[in-house]
Every structure is written in structure tokens, then in C-alpha cells.
């Protein structure tokens, strides 16, 4: 488009001076024509890098997650195959699940002794009131007896050794009763220990029996999301470890992100919902569609780093920095009818934004980019 312009303006030039001889054709217009044209085309330039700015470092970026398993165990079965597009939930590998298998049945077992044994202590607690029901009246006539004893003793109709008698025999009830009711406290305490519906021994061993069948099932790895693994060498016989370290394999997220970077004075016009365009090198000849989801307003540059140091400036003989782009984040935006394409991860390309302004110049930068689409078919290189 810029190629256009001048050619319209050189075209004015020869119909003015040559052609119509309006103005003559001497070394100052030839002088001012060539002034001219630079003029031109610089203003045009410079405009166009404010209004619609571009970036040659446009990125396809993808999430990867490091699939660990949570628990460890000879791996008997991989269902992938590497650089296949899976679903969210397909089994990416099996790990060996008879400890853990094993694991829930004890804790099954567990679950039902510990059962019956919270349904005892109903009865239990009823033994115990009962039993205190006895102690105290065994008590009661005890007292009852030393009382008539005392009496007896002071009328001259009864003995000492008959009071002494029952008195012992009253201290030994109340022991027994004592220990009957703390008997009975015990149970009424372990009755009123709850978790929600079931006594605390029970809540324990569910909570326990909770945890091994999710071990259980974590020995079934699926995919977290749509997307495909790569460096799938794991196979059945391998140990896998619950160690970051190393991982089972890597598995790339099907969802995309398109970032652009650009100079920091680039961005003053840029809003989202700004039309963009992008040609990527793996797509030559093709100019993908976009709009501007936001601007990142971040960079490595404005962050310190944890420690004790004193941030200071460089010394005095070497260059400041140079100033790190902004990155803006894209989102490509299907044609009608046409479905997006396929933009492999790490893609590289350039791009430019469309902004509000002076919207007929963007025509200027769309046939750039749409020239670069096409010089992507060559492959520079001599060996």
C-alpha cells in the first residue's frame, strides 16, 4: 500500500512536471519532489506505527502440566499413545492398584467392626445406668441400716460392732456407686463424641476408608483437560513415584493463548475488543484473525526480587537496560463458515493491532501484513 502512495505521488510528479509542464523540471523540483516523497512516506510510517503498531514477536502459548501421580506403584497398563488429541477425563495411564485395593477392604472390615461396636454402647450405657440404679439402692439401705444400728446402740438394745458394721458398709456403697456412674459417664461420653451422624471411632474409620478409595482411584491417571501428551516414555514395568522430580509425561493443554509483545510507547491507542491480525510462520500465506482481549501491564523489569540486597543502578560505565515490551493477549477469532486454525504451540510470527484511529490508513498496514503472509512460502537458508 505504501508502495501505491508513492507511485501516486510520483505519478502527480511526471503529470505536473513533465507531462503538463504546470511546474518545471528543474534540479529545485526535482530536489523538492524527492524531498517530498521522503516526507511522505515518513509521515505515513510514522503515523501507521501509532495508529495500527505491529510486533514481529507474536507467540502461541500453551499450558503444560507435569502429570505426577499421588501415589506410587509399578505402572501395569499406558493407553496413550504420544501426539494424540485426547478428551478431558480419557485414561492416560494405570498404576497397580492391589495395595491399595486391599487398603479399603481391611478398612471395610474396620468400618463394620467399629459399626457394631458404636451400636453397643446403647447397650452398654443402659447396663451401666442399671447398675448404678443398684449401687444406690444398695446404698440407700445401708444408710438405712446404720441408721437403725445408731439407734439401737443408743437405746442399749444393740452394739457398737453393728453400727461399725454398717458405717464400713456405707463407705463401701458409695465407692460402688462411684464407680458406677463413672462408668456410665464413659459410655455417656463416647455416645455424645460425634462427627456429624456417627460416633467419633466411626467418623475416623469412614474418614480413613474416604482416603483410600480416592488413593484407590488415583491410581487411574486421566487427562486433566482436552490435549494431547508428549514425551510418553513411561511404560508398564516403570515405578512411578508421588515425586515432582520426574514426571510421567507432559501433557499439553488443546487451549491457547496468543500473546504479542510490544514497545512500551506502542500502546497508548491499543483498547480491548481492537481488531488484530497475525501471519505465523507455520501458516504461510495466511493472515489469522484476532482482537485484543487485554494488555499485560507487567514485566520483569518493575519486579524485585526476594532477598536482602539494596535494589541500586548500574554502575556508572555500563548502559542502562534497554526497556522490556508489554505483552497483549489475543484471542483469534474465527471466519464465518471457517473453522479456526490450527496454530501449534510455540508458533512465532508477526501481527499488527487495529485501533480507532484513522482508520483508512489501516488499509497501509493490513497489505504489510498480507505481504509477509506471502514471504513466509520462503525458506532462507542455503543448506
Given at each position: 500500500?505504501?508502495?501505491?502512495?508513492?507511485?501516486?505521488?510520483?505519478?502527480?510528479?511526471?503529470?505536473?512536471?513533465?507531462?503538463?509542464?504546470?511546474?518545471?523540471?528543474?534540479?529545485?523540483?526535482?530536489?523538492?519532489?524527492?524531498?517530498?516523497?521522503?516526507a511522505l512516506?515518513?509521515?505515513?510510517?510514522?503515523?501507521?506505527?501509532?495508529?495500527?503498531?505491529?510486533?514481529?514477536?507474536?507467540?502461541?502459548?500453551?499450558?503444560v502440566?507435569?502429570?505426577?501421580?499421588?501415589?506410587?506403584?509399578?505402572?501395569?497398563r499406558?493407553?496413550?499413545?504420544?501426539?494424540?488429541?485426547?478428551?478431558?477425563?480419557?485414561?492416560?495411564?494405570?498404576?497397580?492398584?492391589?495395595?491399595?485395593?486391599?487398603?479399603?477392604?481391611?478398612?471395610?472390615?474396620?468400618?463394620?467392626?467399629?459399626?457394631?461396636?458404636?451400636?453397643?454402647?446403647?447397650?452398654?450405657?443402659?447396663?451401666?445406668?442399671?447398675?448404678?440404679?443398684?449401687?444406690?439402692?444398695?446404698?440407700?439401705?445401708?444408710?438405712?441400716?446404720?441408721?437403725?444400728?445408731?439407734?439401737?446402740?443408743?437405746?442399749?438394745?444393740?452394739?457398737?460392732?453393728?453400727?461399725?458394721?454398717?458405717?464400713?458398709?456405707?463407705?463401701?456403697?458409695?465407692?460402688?456407686?462411684?464407680t458406677?456412674?463413672?462408668?456410665?459417664?464413659?459410655?455417656?461420653?463416647?455416645?455424645?463424641?460425634?462427627?456429624?451422624?456417627?460416633?467419633?471411632?466411626?467418623?475416623?474409620?469412614?474418614?480413613?476408608?474416604?482416603?483410600?478409595?480416592?488413593?484407590?482411584?488415583?491410581?487411574?491417571?486421566?487427562?486433566?483437560?482436552?490435549?494431547?501428551?508428549?514425551?510418553?516414555?513411561?511404560?508398564?514395568?516403570?515405578?512411578?513415584a508421588?515425586?515432582?522430580?520426574?514426571?510421567?509425561?507432559?501433557?499439553?493443554?488443546?487451549?491457547?493463548?496468543?500473546?504479542?509483545?510490544?514497545?512500551?510507547?506502542?500502546?497508548?491507542?491499543?483498547?480491548?475488543?481492537?481488531?488484530?491480525?497475525?501471519?505465523?510462520?507455520?501458516?504461510?500465506?495466511?493472515?489469522?484473525?484476532?482482537?485484543?482481549?487485554?494488555?499485560?501491564?507487567?514485566?520483569s523489569?518493575?519486579?524485585?526480587?526476594?532477598?536482602?540486597?539494596?535494589?541500586?543502578?548500574?554502575?556508572?560505565?555500563?548502559?542502562?537496560?534497554?526497556?522490556?515490551?508489554?505483552?497483549?493477549?489475543?484471542?483469534?477469532?474465527?471466519?464465518?463458515?471457517?473453522?479456526?486454525?490450527?496454530?501449534?504451540?510455540?508458533?512465532?510470527?508477526?501481527?499488527?493491532?487495529?485501533?480507532?484511529?484513522?482508520?483508512?490508513?489501516?488499509?497501509?498496514?493490513?497489505?504489510?501484513?498480507?505481504?509477509?503472509?506471502?514471504?513466509n512460502?520462503?525458506?532462507?537458508?542455503?543448506?
Amino acid at each position: 500500500m505504501l508502495e501505491i502512495i508513492i507511485g501516486g505521488y510520483a505519478f502527480l510528479v511526471w503529470l505536473l512536471c513533465i507531462k503538463l509542464k504546470v511546474l518545471p523540471w528543474n534540479i529545485k523540483t526535482q530536489v523538492g519532489a524527492v524531498a517530498g516523497a521522503l516526507a511522505l512516506a515518513a509521515t505515513i510510517i510514522f503515523t501507521i506505527n501509532v495508529v495500527t503498531p505491529s510486533t514481529s514477536d507474536v507467540r502461541a502459548v500453551n499450558y503444560v502440566v507435569e502429570v505426577v501421580p499421588r501415589v506410587a506403584g509399578t505402572v501395569t497398563r499406558v493407553a496413550i499413545e504420544g501426539n494424540q488429541m485426547i478428551k478431558k477425563g480419557d485414561i492416560l495411564l494405570e498404576i497397580d492398584n492391589t495395595p491399595y485395593r486391599l487398603k479399603v477392604k481391611e478398612l471395610e472390615a474396620q468400618l463394620v467392626d467399629a459399626t457394631a461396636s458404636a451400636k453397643t454402647l446403647w447397650q452398654d450405657l443402659d447396663t451401666a445406668k442399671s447398675t448404678t440404679l443398684s449401687a444406690q439402692a444398695h446404698l440407700d439401705l445401708m444408710k438405712k441400716r446404720l441408721a437403725e444400728s445408731q439407734e439401737l446402740a443408743k437405746a442399749g438394745a444393740g452394739n457398737q460392732y453393728d453400727v461399725e458394721h454398717f458405717g464400713t458398709e456405707v463407705k463401701k456403697a458409695e465407692a460402688d456407686l462411684a464407680t458406677t456412674k463413672t462408668a456410665e459417664n464413659k459410655v455417656q461420653t463416647k455416645l455424645e463424641g460425634v462427627v456429624g451422624p456417627d460416633v467419633a471411632s466411626v467418623a475416623r474409620i469412614k474418614a480413613q476408608l474416604e482416603s483410600a478409595k480416592y488413593d484407590l482411584e488415583s491410581t487411574v491417571i486421566r487427562a486433566p483437560t482436552d490435549g494431547y501428551a508428549v514425551n510418553v516414555s513411561v511404560r508398564p514395568g516403570n515405578f512411578l513415584a508421588a515425586l515432582p522430580f520426574r514426571p510421567a509425561m507432559s501433557f499439553v493443554e488443546h487451549e491457547q493463548r496468543i500473546v504479542a509483545f510490544f514497545e512500551q510507547n506502542e500502546l497508548r491507542y491499543i483498547k480491548p475488543g481492537n481488531k488484530a491480525e497475525v501471519a505465523f510462520l507455520s501458516l504461510p500465506g495466511e493472515v489469522v484473525s484476532a482482537k485484543v482481549d487485554s494488555i499485560i501491564w507487567a514485566n520483569s523489569q518493575g519486579q524485585y526480587m526476594q532477598g536482602g540486597a539494596i535494589p541500586d543502578t548500574p554502575m556508572e560505565k555500563l548502559h542502562a537496560p534497554l526497556a522490556q515490551k508489554y505483552a497483549v493477549k489475543l484471542d483469534i477469532v474465527g471466519k464465518e463458515g471457517e473453522p479456526i486454525p490450527f496454530i501449534p504451540m510455540g508458533a512465532r510470527g508477526g501481527g499488527a493491532i487495529y485501533t480507532d484511529k484513522l482508520a483508512p490508513l489501516h488499509l497501509v498496514r493490513m497489505v504489510m501484513i498480507r505481504a509477509q503472509a506471502k514471504l513466509n512460502y520462503l525458506v532462507l537458508k542455503l543448506h
